[in-house]
Nanobody, 123 residues
Framework: QVQLVESGGGLVQAGGSLRLSCAASGRTFSSLLMGWFRQAPGKERELVAAIALGGNTYYADSMLGRFTISRDNDKNTVYLQINSLKPEDTAVYYC?????????????????WGQGTQVTVSS
């Protein structure tokens, strides 16, 4: 089992920045693919970005440019930096993990999920 705990969400004005964190426990962190997803009200959960064991990253096309995923294997933590926030970024952001050397881009492929952290962007 892998436990994931997100933090760093909140209310921010448009144009601001946030850094989300996700602390993992229960498995060797360096063996985990880590992903960030988001789900806005009335919409499906969508991939923001994923980062593989060795640090290779994948971003959904619509997330390129303002989102940066990174990981610190010593701290068992994955981060999502979001810059130039827009009201349409308002969503619950979820951290996900799977024990694999590959990058998965669909939510169904991830075995472990955090509880989510709310990001609200005001205009």
């Amino acid at each position: 089992q892998v436990q994931l705990v997100e933090s760093g969400g909140g209310l921010v004005q448009a144009g601001g920045s946030l850094r989300l964190s996700c602390a993992a426990s229960g498995r060797t962190f360096s063996s985990l693919l880590m992903g960030w997803f988001r789900q806005a009200p009335g919409k499906e959960r969508e991939l923001v970005a994923a980062i593989a064991l060795g640090g290779n990253t994948y971003y959904a096309d619509s997330m390129l440019g303002r989102f940066t995923i990174s990981r610190d294997n010593d701290k068992n933590t994955v981060y999502l930096q979001i810059n130039s926030l827009k009201p349409e970024d308002t969503a619950v952001y979820y951290c996900a993990a799977h024990e694999t050397p590959f990058i998965f881009i669909t939510a169904q492929m991830y075995a472990y999920w955090g509880q989510g952290t709310q990001v609200t962007v005001s205009s």
